[in-house]
Nanobody, 117 residues
Framework: QVQLVESGGDLVQPGGSLKLSCAAS??????????MSWYRQAPGKEREFVAS????????DYADSVKGRFGISRDMRKNTMYLQMNSLKPEDTAMYYC????????WGQGTQVTVSS
């Protein structure tokens, strides 16, 4: 059974940085074809795409709103995906979710990121 567990969310001041983690179990980054993604949902808004990376690691995609500030990466041996977030803005405040597309679509429970002074 695929499980995704996010961590790393926190309260941070504007201009600060955070690194989110998504620990995946139930499938292997090394041996499975998959796409790993980050989404976010702010209060009163729909869930939106943030970033994704393919199983080969040769293709990463970002929402325009985070390009140049966020970076997606993976540790293949730890089966963990990361989202490095720099130059954070108040509008980045949201619950951040990890998503795995591997045969089916799976979601984590989310980790809260709050950007405020």
């Amino acid at each position: 059974q695929v499980q995704l567990v996010e961590s790393g969310g926190d309260l941070v001041q504007p201009g600060g940085s955070l690194k989110l983690s998504c620990a995946a179990s139930g499938f292997s980054f090394i041996f499975s074809n998959h796409v790993m993604s980050w989404y976010r949902q702010a209060p009163g808004k729909e869930r939106e795409f943030v970033a994704s990376i393919t199983s080969s690691g040769d293709s990463a995609d970002y929402a325009d709103s985070v390009k140049g500030r966020f970076g997606i990466s993976r540790d293949m041996r730890k089966n963990t995906m990361y989202l490095q977030m720099n130059s954070l803005k108040p509008e980045d405040t949201a619950m951040y979710y990890c998503r795995a597309d591997v045969r089916n679509v799976y979601w984590g429970q989310g980790t809260q990121v709050t950007v405020s002074s």
